[in-house]
DNA sequence: GGTTAAACGAGACGGTACGTCTAGTCTTCGG
DNA sequence: CCGAAGACTAGACGTACCGTCTCGTTTAACC
């Protein structure tokens, strides 16, 4: 039975943790000095003074050099609204989530890291599904949450669907971080939220005629 | 002015038109056989049995190959909705557009053209202008004057806004072709209208108290 | 009959003259400095001042460069003996042949050329047969004509085995190269010849006793 | 101090022997079977069940294992002819000697050690020297020594360069094996020995004319 | 009919990065 | 101290595309 014995001590050498997290900077940096384009495998192997073959060992495409350069970049989950947020109203819940969102990839690396990698998914399909579970699927759960509970205690309609909800207040986000047609303004979450939570249709000195 | 002498007939050999759309052709087959990894202007010169510098001579970047292919498989804009569905209801109006690119990304080749469009954005800033104003903007054009007559015409909020809220039905389309999360479902086109123009809150019997 | 019609204009952009030759000089250049181990097709290109693929393309690896250069350093068959020989007692034809081998591989850069191709050989059957074909087969060819004409007209033995004989006097000078137990003396090729010749035993003074 | 003075116990864990042949073994066992090419450090450390390290504490380069790898293969020096063939015809001696390389490099794994061993002499100087003194030198000794005698004796000639007919011997054997351009024939030691012994020059009815 | 001009086909070229391989070295644990 | 395990640096391997270039060969419109 266990004590600290859980893990043996590994065999051989060690894993170097300075390797490891030069990898992860030099990735960032690359791309953020030179785009997308400057983060080859050599130019991230030369910049941390760390040799091809490491790298190859640890992550098999540049992809999953992004992943987890992102991961490290924006650390993990985002933090739990649950803390400072319960009870706070549904709509400044939505925008704190969809805000920090639009902040981390407008002002951040993660921004680039993010653009880059969903390019590589569209490539490689086990970035599609890593850039999913690790980045994408973490920040809509917390969102999604919100949104059941609403619709649980009768804030929101019974027959909303919840992730075509979420991705409207996510997927603007993404698109214009990816296209570039508007810009990632200050106030795009509170405007996304509300508009969605109120509608678009204008009720003033109307009964509600839904459904 | 005009007539058909405007143009005097260029000097050397006339442009092959056979070249141009076998160009074309080959890279929409490229992709749809072999993934955006294998459009190279390589291999398109080869399949369309053409030469390389008659690829590069027309077209800079594969970037731009799939450019052209795209408009060539998916026709220029879509057809303008004042025809027929003048005077239909604003949230059938805007379903029939947001339908369209739903089947139109999810059932034809010009799916994969667009997520190997928009990876190739990412790389080189003159596919991203380019797309947008090619593919993008016109089919937010339709969409953004439907929305705006109706804030005209007091059908919707007057504070609307519209570049915002066309985000809201076309981004998450987007979103679930680039990162394949969700499906591309029938009746998403639907659901994102309804939830958009009507608002998640339930308002049954309260009154409507917006702003 | 032919005429120059034989040889169509070829296609394309013409094979560079330049870079065949630098090539070829590049491989030798670098066998004399840093020896075998530095003949890498990396260090020809890069000290040829061309790119890999061209290299690769001409020459699949690096000992075929190695033959090319050496046919280059060495010119193609050596003179053929029967100019000013001809008539020449047979021992100093066969010295002159032997001789022009012991000069070239040991004060050219023929020799490390050679050397690195036998260590080539033992890996490359291709490499192996090449060698043999166009630069030792040669060689020997014009030792083992006098040989043969020599034992046709009665001076040499009947049952003489030629190539064996060919063998008595070329081996020992590619031994020598190879292993560098013995220097490759001036006098090397005369001795050879005249102990194959004569025989080593002593008959001073009674009769031919042979078989 | 002192103690048992010579050869003091050695500290530690002893080395092991079974890792020795187990490396010998490796190196011609993949010799064997997938040529000079096959035979890599890595392989061999794989392919004994040892690690890399301890390889290369023992032999520093593949160069050294396939020579200790000959000397396990091959037994040591040949058996001394003095035994057996003394008062035997010098001609038989040496054919007794050139034979048994023909068959050993022939027949057994020994051929393709040494063949192996050449071509990496010609990069490494050490393996040169090692290969000469620990595998030809042994061989040429008995043999220039039966020659020596037999010039004492006055059965060969008196001016006999003996290193150089050693080399009319055997360098025959050594280049065949290396080239390929002639088969090792089961006569061909019989036949080096005849012709040099006995010379190439046709003595019928007429009397020694030497030097 | 000859000239001119541009597009086209073929393919060699200098590069860059790929992903793999081998050589050696170094660092830890366990016998 | 030896051996096992295995991570590490260094650098060549052979391949694939890139984008450019240099030719010779069409295919027209023009004079």
Redesign the pocket.
């Known amino acids: 039975m266990g004590g600290t014995g859980g893990a043996?001590?590994?065999?051989?050498?060690?894993?170097?943790e300075r390797?490891?997290s030069a990898v992860l900077a030099a990735a960032a940096e690359l791309l953020a000095s030179g785009g997308a384009r400057?983060v080859?495998?050599?130019?991230i192997a030369a910049r941390a003074?760390?040799?091809?073959?490491?790298v190859?060992?640890?992550w098999?495409?540049?992809g999953h050099v992004m992943l987890d350069s992102l991961a490290s970049v924006a650390g993990g989950t985002p933090a739990d609204p649950d803390g400072e947020a319960a009870g706070a109203p549904l709509a400044d819940a939505l925008t704190a989530q969809v805000g920090a969102l639009v902040r981390t990839v407008r002002d951040t690396p993660a921004g680039r890291l993010v653009t880059g990698l969903v390019a590589a998914a569209q490539t490689d399909p086990g970035i599609r599904t890593a850039l999913d579970e690790r980045w994408v699927r973490p920040r809509r759960a917390a969102c999604a949450r919100l949104l059941h509970d609403a619709v649980a205690r009768g804030e929101l309609r019974p027959g909303t669907d919840v992730a075509a909800a979420v991705d409207q207040l996510f997927a603007p986000v993404y698109h214009r971080l990816l296209l570039g047609h508007r810009p990632l303004a200050d106030d795009l979450a509170a405007t996304l939220v509300r508009q969605l939570l109120d509608g678009l249709r204008d009720r003033r000195g109307r009964p509600d005629q839904d459904r």
Chains 1, 2, 3, 4 share one sequence.
């Not at 043996?8 to 170097?16: D, E, F, I, K, N």
């Not at 080859?40 to 130019?43: L, S």
């Open positions: 043996r001590a590994p065999r051989g050498r060690p894993r170097s390797a490891r400057a080859t495998m050599e130019a003074r760390v040799s091809k073959s490491t190859y060992k640890w098999p495409t540049r």
